[in-house]
């Protein structure tokens, strides 16, 4: 199956700062999805992004299909932003979405 | 819309028995799916259905069954359970394949 590598494993940051989220991914994918999952363990969507850029905010995101990987970018971070971001990939021809193990966002005040 | 809802929120199990985790939509979605999160990983796929009466594998579905009746629901079935199959399970919707995917806020299962 397709895999799906996200970096750093773990991210700490002072409120304020900002940062960038890496997703790499091993085959040719039809569907890219950002997640935040929050400390009570909700699961929010952030982004469905497959190609292209996209803005919400304070968060952007760009995948490079051609050349596999997603970029997440948290502009200056706040206390919410705490987490685990996910990226999930979706190939072309499945339905089955493989997430990678996340990145552990910690903002401190 | 209430979204994705899912039934229990928590639950203990003794090794062995069984149970029924439901899931439920109420945005006329055809795609559902299952999912398992083990602490400190990421999800992993169970089984999903791409419509009333069609169900079909993930990545991990030993241990597990499902059925899919209505659109609106995706009850998960564990018919003996394990400690193995400690983990928060969430299920999702999508309108379609390939398509963003919207979750319920999961149900913490504990085998022991």
């Known amino acids: 199956g397709i895999q799906v590598e996200q970096s750093p494993p773990d991210l700490i940051l002072q409120e304020g700062a900002n940062s960038t989220l890496r997703c790499n991914f091993s085959d040719s994918v039809n569907n890219l999805q950002w997640f935040h999952q929050n400390p009570w363990g909700q699961l929010i969507n952030l982004f469905y992004i497959p190609s292209g850029t996209k803005q919400n905010g304070r968060l952007s995101a760009t995948t490079v299909a051609t050349e596999r990987y997603s970029l997440l970018y948290i502009s200056s971070s706040q206390t919410t932003d705490s987490g685990v971001y996910f990226c999930?990939?979706?190939?072309?021809?499945?339905?089955?979405?493989?997430f990678g193990a996340g990145t552990t966002v910690t903002v401190r005040a | 819309n209430a979204g994705v809802t899912q039934t229990p929120k928590f639950r203990i199990l003794k090794i062995g028995q069984s149970m029924t985790l439901q899931c439920a939509q109420d945005m006329n979605h055809n795609y559902m799916y299952w999912y398992r999160q083990d602490p400190g990983m990421g999800l992993k796929l169970i089984y999903y259905s791409v419509g009333a009466g069609i169900t079909d594998k993930g990545e991990v579905p030993n241990g597990y069954n499902v059925s899919r009746s209505t659109t609106e629901d995706f009850p998960l079935r564990l018919e003996l359970a394990a400690p193995s199959q400690t983990s928060v399970y969430f299920c999702a919707s999508s309108p379609g394949g390939q398509e963003t995917q919207y979750f319920g806020p999961g149900t913490r299962l504990l085998v022991l």
């Open positions: 999930a990939v979706e190939p072309w021809d499945d339905y089955k979405l493989s």
